[in-house]
C-alpha cells in the first residue's frame, strides 16, 4: 500500500512542476505584452527593457527551464517504472513547447553570435 501511495505522490508531484513550468511560460508573454501598463517599461527604450527583462523574465525563464528539465529527467529516467503510458506521454508532451523555446533561443544566440560575426 505504501509502494502505491508513493509511486501516486511521485507523479502528482511530476503534474505540479508541469503546471508550475507551463503556468511560468505564460507569464512571460503576458508580462511582455502588458509591460508598459502593468509595470510602465517603454518599449524601444533600452535601459528599462534591460532592467525588466533581467528582474522580470529571467527568473521566470530560469523557473520554467529547470522545472521542465527535471520533469523531463524523471519522466525519462523511471519510464519502465511507470505503467500508464498515458501518464508518461502526457507530461513529456507538456514539457516539449517549453523545451522547443528554450532549443529555438540557443540555436538563435550561434547563429547570431557565430555564424553573422556580429561581436
Not at 508518461?88 to 547570431?112: A, D, E, G, H, S
Given at each position: ?45 533600452a535601459p528599462h527593457n ?70
Amino acid at each position: 500500500m505504501k509502494l502505491i501511495i508513493n509511486k501516486v505522490k511521485a507523479e502528482s508531484i511530476d503534474y505540479i512542476l508541469v503546471v508550475i513550468a507551463n503556468l511560468a511560460f505564460a507569464l512571460i508573454f503576458i508580462f511582455g505584452y502588458y509591460r508598459f501598463a502593468w509595470f510602465g517599461v517603454l518599449p524601444g527604450y533600452a535601459p528599462h527593457n534591460f532592467g525588466f527583462n533581467v528582474l522580470v523574465i529571467l527568473p521566470l525563464l530560469v523557473i520554467t527551464s529547470v522545472f521542465s528539465v527535471i520533469v523531463l529527467s524523471r519522466v525519462l529516467s523511471n519510464r519502465n517504472k511507470r505503467k500508464n503510458n498515458l501518464d508518461k506521454y502526457l507530461t513529456i508532451l507538456l514539457t516539449l513547447p517549453i523545451l522547443f523555446f528554450i532549443l529555438r533561443f540557443v540555436i538563435l544566440m550561434i547563429w547570431n553570435l557565430i555564424l553573422k560575426g556580429n561581436y
